[in-house]
């Protein structure tokens, strides 16, 4: 059980929106955590999505967007595809660095 | 491009000390602007963050709570490489094991599924 508190799972129907949060252990995230969002498929290692709060890689999506939203870290991912569904992690550097329980996003 | 090549046994008995090493091409383990982490997970413990090794003028060693007190990063700058070694292994260390390289952790290696069993 993580200290790093995320949504254990989510739907979502394909072109719609969602919200993935992030909350941390000691309250408010800030910018000072460096929150990293991550999509991990079965059988593979996580990829990183996105680095301190909102960098993207230049292989992510544009559709992917990560953000600080009522004190938490956010990822948000617009028109959402099929290949979206997947396990999403967040990442804290919080006395090192702490992983989120992961959130399952189901596309439906 | 950077790649991280792990290996290492994937069976560990209990009570010994669990060792694998992640040889790095496309980059320096001492380069002072990477860092160099092990990641393990499982199905109980999820992702968990183990420590991390990094160059700045000096060599730094930072491990996670949960095994600072068996963990040991190492590099090695002559084979370009880091290992890991876990001591007094049990079974819930049972998990696959990554490297990954940087803060932003945009590289990783395979994995290693490591089963601690007799």
């Known amino acids: 059980q993580s200290v790093v508190t995320q949504e254990p799972s989510l739907t979502v129907s394909p072109g719609g929106t969602v919200t993935l949060t992030c909350s941390s252990p000691?309250?408010?995230?800030?910018?000072?955590?460096?929150p990293n969002w991550f999509q991990q498929v079965p059988g593979q290692a996580p990829m990183s999505l996105i680095y301190?709060?909102?960098i993207k890689h230049s292989w992510t999506p544009a559709r992917f967007s990560g953000s600080l939203l009522g004190g938490k870290a956010a990822l948000t991912v617009s028109n959402v595809q099929p290949e979206d569904e997947a396990d999403y992690y967040c990442?804290?550097?919080?006395?090192?660095?702490?992983f989120g329980g992961g959130t399952k996003l189901t596309v439906l | 491009q950077v790649q991280l090549q792990q290996s290492g046994p994937r069976l560990v008995k209990p009570s010994q000390t669990l060792s694998l090493t992640c040889a790095i091409s496309?980059?320096?383990?001492?380069?002072?602007?990477?860092?160099w982490n092990w990641i393990r997970q499982s199905p109980s413990r999820g992702l968990e963050w183990l420590g991390r090794?990094?160059?700045?003028?000096?060599?730094?060693?930072e491990y996670g709570s949960s095994v600072e007190s068996r963990i040991t990063i190492s590099p090695d700058t002559a084979k370009n490489q880091i290992s890991l070694q876990l001591s007094t292994v049990t079974p819930e260390d049972t998990a696959i094991y990554y490297c990954?390289?940087?803060?932003?952790?945009?590289?990783w290696g395979q994995g290693t599924q490591v089963t601690v069993s007799s």
């Open positions: 990954a390289r940087g803060t932003d952790f945009l590289y």
């Open positions: 496309g980059d320096s383990v001492s380069s002072t602007g990477a860092c």
């Open positions: 090794t990094y160059f700045r003028s000096k060599w730094i060693y």
């Open positions: 000691t309250g408010t995230v800030t910018p000072d955590f460096f």
């Open positions: 301190n709060t909102d």
């Open positions: 990442l804290l550097a919080y006395r090192g660095w702490v």
